[in-house]
């Protein structure tokens, strides 16, 4: 092997790993450089109090490809499950809550036209997520490109479209750009149903139900789903046990996997990159540069500004990144009890949105830069079904915080305080006492997650998933396909197509991409 041959990839988020298995699949010489001292990136398991552990970012793992999980064997690399298929509990505050299990409402009061609607609406939203979970193993087609592969490309997702059927094809373009509000509206009557279905089209993205691209965000989320990957799971150990198995398949396949060895730059030779160099001044040399950071930091930061073409450069820095989703983790004295909710449904995934009306007054503080006062929340108890994760009779509680902008003016200590806060009041509300059950506690601010987690904005697809910044457009038209304008350089993170959630799609396409030019040369 030569350094020219040598493929180095730039951290060891759960993509960066199905990257490097793939290409050490290959036969290709790999090498992994991870900041952070263990691997995963935003899915990974950190103790955030002594004796307590909780996922970092990513909690609940509904995306990953089953395809990627089968080839890489990752139960054979030590993946298991404490639970698969979780329930959605819509908490009321009236004890009333709702609980849906695959989509059905198995408790709770509807009305029967709601109830029987359920079930259709789902499948159709399923049928349309199928349309976005079969983009996402393939290689975005370049807009305006005039190749065979362009052209199937762009034909294959107009005929995926084409053979939803007349009805359905109409349907799923007059929502596809449009609100989840409206939507909800034309479908229900039941306000805790339609904020349980509209915090999924809003988790992670800077959109509150009213905002444009908040169906698609929804399709996204359900693309897993429909793509047969089943219901929400927990990993036995927490997400962090995801990355662990991923890196395990990518030294088994011969990568090198390397943690706490933060990268300063991307070397250059002339128009074409020649390694990196990491921030202990050790230098390795590499023909091929993938990174697995977001694009922001790999194109502005690693590379420079510099070394890009002036327009290149201007689109990179409109790459809309700023992160609107805070992470809590509370390490708990008993396990909370929640007014009127049978303890065994304690574990199931708990979602604190009671109505569309509360849902978009959160959202209304984050546009103008403020942390939301009464938050919507994602909530999960994961020792209820993994003990290794809280000492003996004690629980952990990790919660998804709707909203906390990427602003100066909701940063620091003073907003921290604020929203753990009202998080503490929400919950309170819901499992009276909770707030004195608290032995320690963590949330973490979208700043803090750029800090910590190297993400720039702290955003959770590494950048805004809307139609404009999606497939062929994916993170920026012109660099849709993996490969960036620099011979040598390829991302392979959530900022490409096709987005963020722990998948691996864009891992294993850009190992594919990283192939296919190396054949084509
Ligand atoms: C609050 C929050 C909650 C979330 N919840 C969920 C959830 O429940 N389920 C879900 O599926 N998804 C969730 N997500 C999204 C999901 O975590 C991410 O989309 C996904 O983990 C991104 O994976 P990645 O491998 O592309 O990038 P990352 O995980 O960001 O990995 C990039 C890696 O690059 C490394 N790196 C960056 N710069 C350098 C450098 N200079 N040198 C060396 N290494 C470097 C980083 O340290 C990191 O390890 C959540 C995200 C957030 C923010």
Request: hydrophobic fraction near 45%; proline fraction near 5%.
């Amino acid at each position: 092997m030569t350094d020219r041959s040598r493929i180095v990839i730039v951290g060891g988020g759960h993509n960066g790993l199905v990257c490097a298995a793939y290409l050490a699949r290959a036969g290709r010489e790999v090498t992994v450089v991870e900041a952070a001292s263990q691997v995963g990136g935003a899915a990974v398991t950190r103790e955030f109090a002594p004796g307590f552990r909780a996922s970092g970012c990513a909690h609940l793992l509904y995306q990953l490809d089953r395809g990627i999980a089968r080839e890489l064997g990752l139960e054979s690399h030590g993946l298991k499950f404490a639970r698969r298929d979780l329930k959605t509990v819509a908490l009321a505050q009236s004890g009333d809550h709702l609980v849906l299990d695959a989509g059905r409402a198995v408790a709770g009061t509807l009305p029967d036209s709601d109830r029987a609607g359920l079930a259709a609406w789902r499948a159709r939203m399923l049928k349309f997520a199928r349309i976005v979970a079969k983009q996402h193993n393939r290689l975005p087609p370049r807009l305006g490109g005039g190749g065979r592969a362009d052209l199937m490309g762009t034909a294959k997702l107009g005929l995926d479209i084409r053979l939803l059927g007349r009805e359905d094809m109409r349907e799923f373009l007059r929502i596809a750009g449009i609100n989840i509000y409206d939507v909800l509206e034309e479908n229900f009557e039941s306000p805790l149903l339609k904020g349980a279905l509209a915090i999924d089209a809003v988790l992670g993205a800077n959109l509150g139900p009213r905002s444009n691209n908040s169906v698609l965000s929804l399709l996204h989320r359900l693309s897993g789903e429909a793509a047969g990957g089943g219901g929400p799971a927990l990993p036995a150990g927490g997400m962090g046990a995801v990355s662990e198995a991923l890196a395990a398949a990518a030294r088994a396949a011969g990568a090198t996997v390397r943690t706490g060895v933060p990268v300063r730059r991307i070397t250059l030779d002339g128009d074409r990159v020649s390694g990196v160099e990491l921030e202990n001044g050790e230098k390795i040399a590499a023909g091929t540069v993938v990174s697995n950071a977001d694009p922001a930091t790999t194109l502005l930061k690693l590379v420079g500004a510099r070394n890009l073409e002036t327009g290149f450069v201007h689109r990179v820095r409109h790459f809309r990144h700023k992160g609107m989703a805070a992470k809590l983790h509370l390490a708990l004295e008993a396990l909370p009890t929640i007014a009127r909710l049978p303890s065994e449904l304690a574990g199931e995934r708990l979602v604190i949105a009671p109505d569309l009306v509360y849902l978009e007054h959160a959202f209304d503080a984050a546009k103008y830069g403020r942390t939301s006062p009464e938050p919507a929340l994602e909530v999960t108890i994961p020792s209820l079904s993994d003990k290794s994760l809280a000492p003996a009779g004690k629980h952990v509680l990790s919660a998804v915080v709707l909203y906390a902008p990427y602003d100066e003016r909701a940063n620091g200590e003073a907003a921290r305080r604020e929203l753990l806060d009202r998080s503490l009041a929400v919950l309170d509300r819901h499992a009276p006492g909770l707030r004195r059950q608290v032995i320690a506690s963590e949330l973490l601010l979208p700043a803090d997650i750029e800090r910590e987690f190297r993400i720039t904005g702290g955003h959770w697809h590494h950048g805004e998933l809307a139609l404009d910044q999606f497939i062929m457009l994916r993170p920026v038209p012109g660099a849709a396909q993996y490969r960036m304008p620099l011979s040598g350089l390829y991302l392979c993170g959530a900022g490409c197509h096709p987005g963020g959630g722990v998948m691996g799609s864009a891992g294993r396409n850009a190992a594919n991409a990283v192939i296919a030019s190396e054949r084509a040369a």
